[in-house]
């Protein structure tokens, strides 16, 4: 009896855990990166980017763009 009693509550645990499970095709896609360029680094543009970490991620890429140049050397 104890024996039945245990596999029965194995049994709808398991079944339980497997029905709280998220399926895979139900997760929202990822808005993706856009092209970082002149027109896409506007702060207008940056602020329509709805998820939170691919503007963080767009709007470093946009800050860091530029090409490094070195000084001149002046000594004053």
């Known amino acids: 009896m104890n024996r039945n009693l245990t ?13 709280c499970a ?3 095709s139900e997760e929202p896609k990822k808005e993706e990166m ?3 360029n ?7 543009n ?3 980017i709805q998820d939170d970490k691919v503007r963080q991620a ?8 530029g090409d490094f140049k070195s ?3 002046k000594t004053y």
């Open 46 to 48: 940056i602020k329509k």
């Open 34 to 36: 856009p092209v970082v």
């Open 71 to 73: 000084s001149s050397g």
């Open 7 to 19: 596999l029965t509550a194995a049994a709808l645990v398991g079944a339980l855990v497997t029905g």
């Open 38 to 44: 002149d027109e896409n680094c506007k702060l207008e």
């Open 58 to 65: 767009f709007a470093d890429a946009c800050a860091r763009r």
């Open 22 to 24: 998220p399926d895979a």
